[in-house]
């Protein structure tokens, strides 16, 4: 019997079972002692709206370059809670192994998992874990999900944006996607390019706080890139939204590999962007705003929303043309979260 790999045994609810969670898992996650494990958490009561959200990753390969398939669970969710104004409080976090599957990888991920949540402020308070047959998973799956409160009475939702909105981004897009196709198929792609994910309630607790109700929209824009996101939000708040090619800011690293492959930045997954849609008259001291904090250095204001044309969405393009743009077609790179 090889104690280095995981094995069904350890899924089996038995003596190896419990071995795995008080030797590895819970100890690496949360510290929680066995005789303080039980069947739920306990939470305290919070004053406020609640945020609750949960989300799953199978990203290919489970180590990228800027991250791991722990730390894009945690920030995935943190993130999520964010773009509703909420301040994200607890995770559950359930696990799926692969019979086979390290130990020593599974104790990588955790241990980032751990360190990514108490960067973030965030507790990891319960979760599950199974293991299935060698070649009835792909190494390691993982589902989170989270509560957080929501401390303040602005409306922010995919509903809300407002003819005369102006758009900001807080950074370059298209980073994490094309970081997880590179290392998924090997390309030398120098250090240019590395997965953007990262925690965002920090920087919204200070857009919000800056823009109150001026505020309209977060979103981020994950699966189906900007171009997705932004055509999601048109047609939610049937509104028409023009983008400008020219102030999208995209790595050149980026813009490069997407060249060369046939793909658009504009399509590609982002993992520590967020869109936030303000009124005009707000928008250049939100832009400010973000543009002091880490995660928005490279902020921009990429588009502004229109009345009339509910859901259409179309590109003022580098030469002075209008093109449309449409949500993203089928899978442009799987299993990129």
Same mark, same amino acid.
């Given at each position: 019997m090889n104690s280095d790999l995981i094995l069904l045994g350890h899924g089996s609810g038995g003596r190896l079972s419990h071995q795995l969670l008080d030797e590895l898992i819970i100890p690496t996650l949360s510290g929680t002692a066995p005789t303080g494990q039980n069947?739920? +958490?306990?939470?305290?009561?919070? &004053?406020?709206?609640? +945020?609750?959200? /949960?989300?799953?990753?199978?990203?290919?390969? #489970?180590?990228?370059?800027?991250? /791991?398939i722990g730390s894009l669970a945690v920030h995935g969710t943190v993130n999520d809670l964010s773009m509703m104004g909420a301040r994200p409080l607890w995770l559950s976090v359930g696990l799926i192994l692969e019979e086979g599957f390290s130990k020593a990888h599974l104790q990588a991920i955790l241990t980032d998992m751990r360190q990514t949540a108490d960067s973030a402020g965030v507790? #990891?308070? /319960?979760?599950? /874990?199974?293991?299935?047959?060698?070649?009835k998973a792909d190494k390691i799956f993982i589902t989170t999900s989270g509560i957080g409160v929501i401390e303040h009475s602005i409306a922010i939702h995919g509903a809300n944006a407002r003819a005369g909105d102006v758009i900001i981004i807080n950074g370059t897009i298209g980073d994490h996607g094309i970081a997880v196709m590179a290392g998924r198929e090997g390309l030398k792609v120098g250090t240019d390019i590395r &997965?953007? &994910? +990262?925690?965002?309630?920090?920087?919204? +607790?200070? #857009?919000i706080a800056e823009a109150g109700d001026s505020l309209h929209v977060l979103r981020d824009p994950t699966r189906g890139g900007v171009a997705t996101t932004i055509k999601e939000i048109a047609g939610q708040s049937a509104v028409s939204i023009t983008l400008i090619e020219d102030a999208l800011p995209v790595n050149p690293a980026v813009r490069g590999v997407c060249a060369i492959l046939g793909l658009d930045p504009l399509f590609v997954a982002n993992e520590g962007k967020l869109l936030a849609f303000v009124?005009?008259?707000?928008?250049?001291?939100?832009?400010?705003?973000?543009? =002091?904090?880490?995660?928005?250095? =490279?902020?921009? #204001?990429?588009?502004?929303v229109s009345s009339g044309d509910a859901g259409r969405v179309r590109m003022e393009t580098t030469i002075g043309g209008l093109r449309a743009v449409e949500m993203l077609a089928g899978e442009q790179l799987p299993r990129i979260c």
């Open positions: 069947d739920a +958490a306990l939470l305290d009561a919070v &004053s406020g709206r609640l +945020a609750y959200t /949960t989300d799953c990753f199978v990203v290919d390969p #489970i180590f990228f370059p800027g991250g /791991t507790r #990891i308070v /319960t979760g599950d /874990t199974k293991v299935v047959p060698h070649g &997965s953007d &994910s +990262a925690a965002l309630h920090g920087l919204v +607790a200070e #857009i009124a005009a008259e707000a928008g250049e001291r939100v832009l400010a705003c973000i543009r =002091q904090h880490p995660l928005g250095r =490279q902020a921009a #204001i990429i588009g502004h």
